[in-house]
């Protein structure tokens, strides 16, 4: 840089000083800038992903109440058929058994045969019941990755900043 003298005659190093300063600051002041208006990207960014994760972990819980609805109608289907039919068709088999077998012989028959049925209706419901998971797996595992992308995010920012200076 060329020195400008000064009106009295001193040397202008002082000016120098002074304006290589001010370029300093102004770049410090951009650089500054430039960082805040990336820390706003990534509130910005992380406030969306906050976002979809929610609705995410809705739609998975909505998903789950859904199989257990299934779950306990079904229960109650079977439940009601075990309990209102049992009585017409064991006494309508009970007699008809009583035809060919003494009657305590036709009685333990029908209640056996209403025992299988019970069992894979409770089966049935069970299985159903079995899909109803209270943890949201698939917003857990995507909140990981999103843990993972913001250290990654971060450590790049880091090393980016470090070698700037």
Known sequence: ?????????????????AREFRDEVERGRSELRAVGARARDV????????????ELAKAEFD????????????GS????????ILGFLGGAMTFALAEVWP??????TTAGAFLVVAAIAGLVARSRFKQFSPTPRRTIA???????????LTTQNAASASSGR
Do not use: Y
């Not at 060329?2 to 120098?16: D, K, L, M, Y």
């Not at 289907?77 to 209102?84: E, T």
């Open 43 to 54: 509130t910005d960014d992380l406030r969306e992903l906050a976002r979809l994760e929610a």
């Open 103 to 108: 009657a305590w012989l036709a009685a333990l």
């Open 77 to 84: 289907i079977a439940g009601s058929f075990a309990f209102w």
């Open 142 to 152: 995507s909140l990981r990755e999103d843990i993972e992308w913001l250290r990654r």
């Open 63 to 74: 998903e789950n109440r859904s199989a257990l609805k299934s779950g306990a109608i079904s």
């Open 1 to 17: 840089m060329a020195v400008i003298p000064s009106s009295n005659g001193a040397s202008g190093g002082f000016r120098e000083n």
